[in-house]
């Protein structure tokens, strides 16, 4: 489990996808789960921590999706 001293949804993105299932820690808002790539929205969150969840979860789709293209 690793533990985020600050929130950064880019750096906790590539965490979550290079380890794929696990939790992690964002120091004064809690404890995360992870599985399958994504973040976990449990009931007992609150809206900031939804919101989170959410940023974290868009910024893995797109690092999952980029397509690199060689020019011709």
Do not use: H, T, W
């Not at 964002?26 to 976990?40: A, D, P, R, T």
């Not at 007992?44 to 868009?58: F, G, Q, R, S, V």
């Amino acid at each position: 489990m690793r533990e985020f001293k600050k929130y950064a949804p880019r750096q906790i993105a590539k965490y979550v996808l290079a380890f794929f299932k696990g939790q992690f820690v964002i120091e004064g808002k809690g404890v995360f789960e992870f599985s399958n790539g994504k973040v976990l929205v449990s009931v007992k969150m609150d809206e900031d921590a939804i919101k989170m969840c959410k940023e974290i979860n868009d910024q893995a789709s797109l690092m999952s999706k980029r397509v690199i293209v060689d020019s011709y």
